[in-house]
């Protein structure tokens, strides 16, 4: 090289190169990208940038030219301009804050000599300006500390498009104050975008902005309205997530989150959200685990003979008048010994307010100093409630079968009657079905955030099945919004009884635990309507009665006379929902259409549950589990006998079990529902084969084809079933047979062979069990198999002493053998004697080549195999466990 400066390619890219193998992120890797221009896009591309920059450019150039023309669109802008972000004083938009000097063109001021630069004072200069100021302006605004901000813009005179470009125009500032982290101006533009025209994105961004400044629950109304104008609006379900986290309610952050993840599964901040929660969510189950229940202190009024009254102090868990799990239907009466407030309780007429029951002695419910630290302590009467159950109604309690033998109930419950968690609920799967039962028991005994939890796991597990039952979605949340409600948490209790209503409108229980909830948090207006909902329902609720004489007090003195006004409207509640106007006899036409709708929920719910048990059989024929769908497909047919494809799903499962005859009958029943169905043709032609009747296989597979002829199993079966039918023809001929003879030692003579030959079936050879060699075994083991006589197999096995199996096969072992032994032990010797199928089995593997014939086995020899073993699974020995099987199948299977 000469060293001359220049550029040399070859050097640049060689040392490009290398810098790239040691540091591929190197900032020298770094290249200039040229700028784009028309030569270097398509024409169309290019075409279409420039249409769309022409079309920018016009509609800017109109809207400013509208908004030059608006003078009272400027006015309304310059009245509600704020001052400067971050100013302490505001001078009137209406002057300047320097007074204009007059000046022409013909005075220029002439340039200065630099030497007099150096005696020019600033501080000076600043003064006369400030002197000036003073003198000629009117004083400016001077606000102590952060300017107050007007968050209501007068819009009405506006058009509609003005709307919309100013209400653009205060979310932008919001935006740039959110961007330089003034959150509490940018609420205050934005709330001034939303008072000109409401919109999704001003909503979303003040939420986010009330998040910030950690204002939960005005956060949380903002998220709630973006929800009610677009459902399902991702950043409104993260941000409620999020408002949620904060304010401990974990289980609906998991909810909305999950919802988030479900849309955008790439979603990083849900899913690390999703993952803290769910953390401090397995931190405090052990804390709720060590709760026990609630303990309260209760006077209790007895009258003596001298109608003098004594009250005494009784200490024992809390129970509701009326459990929550006992809800079958929403529009039932409800009584107020369940709607309990830990919160807040509101005061009535001389009856303990509305949560009190009535013609009840225990009036007064009043929580000692310690309740909120000893709220879940369990006592031992309590275990027992929760062994034995309780007798009220709702409950899933079975009753004594001797009546005789009943006992006076406890003031808890039944103690003598036991609890069926099993018991159905409503057209509910029976794993949802406990879970709610689990809940009611749990809240029976006082272990609200325990039933809490389970009751969220339905209804979580519920939206997952997506099933269509509303009636009980309605009920799981009525029942988590009582466990709310009852923990003192309203805003949550408030949210499940909504949906809860939006699902069943006017259902009684969810209107009365809402305006429960609202008049704990002392709003009383929505209470009001609320109340005077349950009254249109069932007038002789008492609780909404004095609620509504208390709160109208209430109003008059916040509101004065004209309170009504301020209410919202109360719904009309339709004559069908209201119960007290259903005390007289129904009418024939009403009775009439209960039974239809009777009859109706009867059949909806019956299809679920047969819908539910046809899956459940499904999924087991897909695991291979034959015997255990066969008895869902069973119970199918008593929900719908003349379900055709449940005939023809069991008689699969009694051809792959072999039970030829059944499956036979099962196809039939499906030909009698529908005479023209293929797969009951098709598995009846396999039935028959299994039974030997190639004949009717034959036609059977015929009439397959006739109906679809590319069914290519059905034309392979029917050749292999035309060749077996013409070798039974060949068989079945005027000659008879011929027949082996064995040749066996026996201490008798020559007649008494004879005559036991004589005497034996024809086609059945007499097996000699006195077997001392493995030529002698495997002789007798042949022609067993050749005859097909598992019976005389299975007494040469039993005869056999395990341990000297394998000498005995160890000549005669091949894939044949072992399929017939695998058939005679299951048909003949597993009834009999388990333990010896067992112990065959345990030593058979350790035959000498028996893992090279294992792997040479063909499919149905497999399947003799892995029957054998099933049904040796589930035999009950003391020789033997199932664990045991289930080791010795892993060698053979």
């Not at 909305?256 to 990083?268: C, G, I, K, S």
């Not at 195999?865 to 099987?885: P, R």
Request: hydrophobic share 30%.
């Amino acid at each position: 090289m000469s060293g001359d400066e220049g550029i040399y390619p070859h050097l640049i890219m060689f040392c490009e190169d290398h810098l790239e193998k040691l540091d591929p992120r190197s900032l020298a890797l770094r290249k200039e990208k040229p700028v784009s221009t028309a030569a270097c896009l398509p024409n169309d591309e290019w075409s279409q940038i420039a249409d769309e920059l022409k079309k920018w450019q016009e509609e800017t150039k109109a809207s400013e030219t509208s908004l030059k023309q608006q003078s009272m669109f400027d006015a309304l802008v310059f009245e509600n301009m704020p001052p400067i972000r971050g100013s302490n004083c505001s001078v009137p938009l209406c002057q300047t804050s320097v007074k204009k000097e007059k000046w022409t063109l013909s005075k220029h001021t002439l340039p200065r000599d630099y030497r007099e630069w150096d005696k020019f004072d600033v501080e000076k200069e600043f003064e006369k300006i400030d002197r000036n100021v003073d003198k000629h302006d009117a004083p400016a605004i001077i606000n102590q500390g952060h300017p107050k901000i007007k968050t209501k813009v007068d819009a009405s005179l506006l058009t509609q498009q003005e709307k919309l470009l100013l209400a653009n125009r205060e979310k932008e500032k919001g935006n740039e104050a959110f961007r330089a982290k003034d959150y509490e101006e940018a609420v205050a533009y934005y709330s001034r975008s939303l008072s000109i025209q409401p919109a999704v994105a001003a909503y979303n961004n003040r939420a986010q902005a009330q998040i910030h400044l950690q204002s939960w629950h005005d956060a949380m109304r903002d998220c709630e309205r973006v929800l009610e104008l677009e459902p399902g609006n991702m950043k409104a379900l993260l941000r409620r997530g999020t408002v949620n986290n904060h304010m401990g309610n974990f289980q609906m952050a998991v909810e909305d989150l999950r919802v988030v993840l479900r849309e955008e599964p790439q979603n990083a901040a849900a899913t690390k959200l999703l993952l803290e929660i769910e953390k401090k969510m397995k931190e405090r189950q052990p804390e709720q685990r060590r709760r026990g229940k609630q303990i309260l202190i209760q006077e209790v009024e007895e009258e003596d003979d001298n109608d003098k009254t004594r009250a005494k102090e009784t200490a024992r868990p809390v129970e509701p008048s009326q459990p929550v799990g006992g809800e079958e239907s929403s529009a039932a009466p409800v009584e107020r010994g369940d709607m309990g407030n830990t919160q807040k309780k509101p005061h009535s007429r001389g009856d303990g307010g509305p949560h009190s029951e009535p013609n009840n002695s225990h009036h007064g419910h009043r929580r000692g100093k310690g309740a909120s630290a000893d709220k879940y302590r369990v006592t031992q009467e309590s275990k027992e409630k929760v062994a034995n159950g309780s007798g009220k109604r709702g409950s899933t309690a079975s009753a004594p079968a001797d009546p005789s033998s009943r006992k006076e109930p406890p003031v808890g419950g039944n103690a003598g009657e036991t609890v069926n968690l099993d018991a159905p609920c409503g057209a509910l799967p029976p794993p949802l079905s406990r879970l709610k039962n689990e809940g009611n028991l749990l809240f029976k005994n006082g272990q609200f955030a325990d039933a809490l939890e389970k009751y969220s796991q339905a209804i979580q597990g519920f939206t997952d099945s997506g099933m269509n039952s509303p009636e009980d979605l309605c009920i799981l949340y009525s029942n988590r919004a009582a466990c709310y409600l009852k923990d003192g948490n309203c805003q949550e209790c408030i949210q499940d009884c909504t949906r809860a209503l939006e699902l069943q409108p006017f259902s009684l229980k969810p209107l009365l635990r809402r305006a429960t909830a609202y008049d704990s948090l002392e709003r009383y207006r929505k209470a009001y309507v609320d109340y005077k909902t349950v009254l249109q329902i069932d007038i002789s609720v008492q609780a909404a009665n004095d609620s509504v004489n208390r709160i109208t007090r209430q109003l008059i003195e916040e509101d004065g006379p004209e309170w009504r006004e301020k209410l919202p409207e109360i719904p009309l509640v339709p004559l069908s929902a209201q119960q007290h106007r259903r005390e007289g006899p129904p009418s024939a036409e009403l009775l009439q259409a209960r039974a239809e709708k009777a009859a109706r929920d009867a059949e909806r719910k019956a299809e679920v549950h047969f819908t539910a048990v046809k899956q459940e059989g499904n999924d087991f024929v897909k695991k291979g589990q034959y015997q255990d769908a066969l008895g869902k497909y069973t119970e199918c047919l008593k929900l719908k006998p003349e379900e055709c494809a449940v005939y023809t799903n069991r008689a699969l499962c009694y051809l792959k079990l072999e039970r030829f005859t059944e499956a036979k009958q099962d196809c039939d029943a499906a030909l009698k529902v529908d005479p023209t169905n293929k797969k009951a043709f098709y598995r009846r032609a396999l039935a028959n084969r299994g039974l030997k009747d190639y004949m009717a296989c034959s036609s059977d597979l015929q009439e397959v084809l006739q109906q679809d002829p590319n069914v290519q199993e059905a034309e392979k079966e029917l050749e292999e079933v035309t060749v077996l039918l013409r070798q039974s023809l060949a068989n079945v001929s005027p000659a008879k047979p011929r027949t082996t003879v064995p040749i066996t030692e026996v201490a008798g003579d020559e007649e008494t062979l004879g005559a036991a030959q004589s005497e034996s079936p024809r086609g059945e050879e007499p097996i000699n069990l006195q077997l001392t060699n493995a030529y002698e075994y495997g002789q007798a083991l042949n022609a067993a198999r050749c005859s097909g006589n598992t019976a005389a197999c299975a007494a040469l096995l039993a005869s056999t002493p395990p341990e000297r199996l394998p000498h005995f096969l160890s000549t005669q072992l091949d894939g044949n053998t072992i399929s017939f032994i695998m058939q005679a032990l299951d048909s003949h010797l597993l009834e009999k004697d388990p333990h010896l199928v067992y112990q065959h089995l345990h030593h058979l593997h350790t035959t000498h080549r028996f893992s090279v014939v294992l792997m040479l086995l063909e499919k149905d020899e497999r399947r003799y195999m892995t029957q054998l073993f099933e049904h040796l699974s589930a035999v009950q020995s003391a020789e033997f466990t199932k664990n045991d099987v289930q080791n010795l199948a892993n060698k053979y299977i």
